[in-house]
């Protein structure tokens, strides 16, 4: 069975995911509440039964270098030393290292960052998951082979736009061994981030059934976060369920 972890932008979504009966939270950081926000994440883990995975800030103007390295990379740092203080049992990141759209100086330049990053989190002890936004198997081979310590989210809403068929079965198959994270909603494909509908799981064409067999074939054995709206957390909790079971 998935390890299903809900996603939650505050401490009031947090609340209502707890009440859910859910154990793992996966939270903004560094905290947009600031430090009573922490303090409250803190608080709840120090209780015991709730544990929580990190949800990294966006990326922002993803072809302005000198802001990456000005702003971008030390919000990164922020977030790793909050993920530490809280003991997050991972931390997503978001580097957008498309080659349709990014020329490969660019793309040098950030695989250099994400390997200055990796040994930030060596430090911290914090492991760091890459996630996909719309890059497919090769996009991703370059930086997995430079940075040979850093994970994989895998998204599959994301896996489904820009192409003219899901990305995730190839990932999957090509860097199964890297992978840790995933990251569950649907939507119905597009050319862009406004296609990213976040829709719950069945509502939209990502091939749920087939990428969770492929995943069970494989005995994945990580965590699963639901990306919606604390309302639509029950019915698709237990739709994932019924279809990882059946796959």
Not at 56 to 64: A, F
Not at 146 to 171: K, M, S
Not at 181 to 207: K, T
């Amino acid at each position: 069975m998935l390890e299903l972890a809900a996603r939650t932008r505050n401490i009031d979504e947090a609340k209502a995911c707890i009440e859910l009966g859910f154990g793992i939270l996966e939270i903004t950081l560094p905290c947009p509440g600031g430090p009573a926000e922490e303090d409250f994440w803190l608080e709840m883990s120090g209780r015991g039964g709730i544990t929580f995975l990190g949800h990294g800030p966006e990326e922002g103007n993803p072809r302005d270098l000198a802001g990456l390295e000005s702003r971008y990379f030390p919000y990164l740092l922020q977030a790793l030393e909050a993920a530490s203080r809280i003991g997050c049992l991972g931390l997503t990141i978001h580097c957008w290292l498309d080659s349709r759209w990014l020329d490969s100086g660019i793309i040098s330049a950030k695989i250099r960052l994400l390997k200055s990053l990796h040994l930030e989190a060596e430090a911290f002890n914090v492991k760091i998951n890459l996630e996909n936004l719309s890059e497919n198997a090769d996009d991703l081979d370059r930086v997995l082979q430079a940075v040979p310590g850093i994970g994989l989210t895998l998204d599959l809403g994301h896996a489904q736009l820009t192409r003219p068929e899901t990305t995730a079965r190839e990932i999957i198959n090509r860097h199964f061994s890297r992978l840790r994270h995933l990251h569950l909603h649907d939507n119905h494909g597009g050319p862009g981030p406004r296609d990213d509908l976040h829709l719950p799981p069945g509502q939209g064409i990502v091939p749920f059934s087939e990428l969770f067999a492929l995943l069970k074939a494989k005995r994945y054995s990580g965590t699963a976060t639901l990306e919606l709206t604390p309302e639509q957390m029950s019915d698709s909790r237990q739709w994932i369920q019924q279809v990882w079971e059946g796959a």
